[in-house]
């Protein structure tokens, strides 16, 4: 039977995504948001959507008679969390305290929180399991911080949380008009439009990349199963691809001839991230989508949906 929704952050590149995949599951979707970093455009039409910030007494109704919460409503653009660290502390750990009070107080029966890979910023053990973290940068601590406060929930309020660490989601939609997009939206549009792309650093960094699809697999798992009470799982591939790979692999696809730029690195990056993907394929859970087939599907969004150009490139 279809479910009442609440996911936070639904204009975002994540929650816009996962409302499309509930709603075609015959779930109901109410999304929170507000227009800080998403935008209307991504939300589709079905759901039913309230632009408001997650920090403020008006959300609580939006909670009623909800069967689950996806909270993604977060500061997530690193080098702003950096300028601003009370904002961020404000959004992530305050406006996640006031999303779980607004579902305790409407008795919703599951609590899902999109926490960060960077948890695992000072942790050298790869691949990285979800029993050790060390948080250093402000966006990483203000994640943690909220974290840490659905884990109270889940012990002291006896409500049934699921912490999911994302790595580096990618796939249509996300988010390519910050000042520093992610490195695929950012690769992506810059050599669709025929710009150079821009590596901070060398280059050699390594991302566990997961497409979106994959993590919204695992979201419809976490809904249903109740072995996800009360737990952590890495949400990634289990694979890693330097920066400079990656730029390779789009490179193959587009044949633009554009060779990358070097800017100086950015601070609070962590060198490689590589997911122990062992907890969620124990809920039967699998990564599916490969890479090239990702950025293929990620490119045409950005083509046909971004740029609304008719350009015929080679291998896509
Ligand atoms: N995309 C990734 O690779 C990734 C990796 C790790 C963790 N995460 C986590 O997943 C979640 C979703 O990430 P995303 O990539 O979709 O980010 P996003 O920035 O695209 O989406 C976040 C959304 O939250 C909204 N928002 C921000 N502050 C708000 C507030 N005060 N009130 C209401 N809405 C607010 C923004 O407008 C935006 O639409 C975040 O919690 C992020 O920390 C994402």
Redesign the pocket.
């Known amino acids: 039977m279809g479910k009442s929704i609440v996911i ?2 639904a ?5 816009s995504n996962l409302a499309k995949r509930l709603l075609d599951r015959g779930h109901e979707v109410r999304g ?7 935008t209307l455009e991504n939300v589709d039409p079905r759901v039913e959507f309230h632009k ?4 403020t007494p008006e959300i609580y109704p939006l909670f009623e008679k909800a069967d689950a919460v996806f909270h ?5 653009c690193l080098p702003e969390c950096v300028d601003k660290p009370l904002e961020a502390a404000s ?1 992530n750990v305050l ?1 996640t305290l006031n999303v779980l009070e607004a579902a305790r107080a409407a008795n919703v029966p599951k609590f899902i929180f ?1 926490d ?2 960077a948890e695992y910023e000072g942790i050298d053990e790869f691949p990285t399991r979800e029993e050790h973290i060390r948080p250093i940068g402000v966006y990483a601590a203000s ?1 943690h911080g909220g974290a840490a406060f659905c884990e109270s929930y889940c012990q002291l309020y006896d409500m049934n949380v699921t912490i999911l660490r ?4 990618y796939g249509p939609a996300q ?1 390519w008009r910050r000042v520093i997009p ?1 490195v695929m939206s950012s690769f992506i549009i810059r050599m669709l439009q025929g710009d150079q792309p821009i590596i901070y650093g060398t280059g050699q960094k390594r991302r566990d990349f997961v497409y979106v699809d994959d993590v919204n697999d695992f979201h419809l798992i976490v809904l249903e199963d109740q072995r996800a009470n009360g737990k952590t799982f890495n949400v990634g591939s289990g694979i890693n691809f330097s920066v400079k790979e990656v730029y390779q692999l789009i490179e193959d696809l587009l044949r633009t001839g554009l060779r990358p730029v070097y800017e100086p690195e950015l601070p609070g990056e962590a060198e490689i991230t590589l997911a122990d993907i062992t907890a969620a394929k124990s809920l039967g859970w699998e990564p599916r989508v490969e890479i090239m087939e990702g950025l293929r599907r990620s490119i045409a969004y950005f083509q046909s949906r971004v740029l609304k150009a008719n350009v015929s490139l080679p291998g896509v």
């Open positions: 936070t952050g204009a975002g590149f994540v929650g929170v948001d507000n227009l800080s970093a998403g408001a910030d997650v920090r993604l409503a977060a500061k997530t959004i406006g999109a960060t890979s994640k994302y790595f580096n989601v988010d992610p």
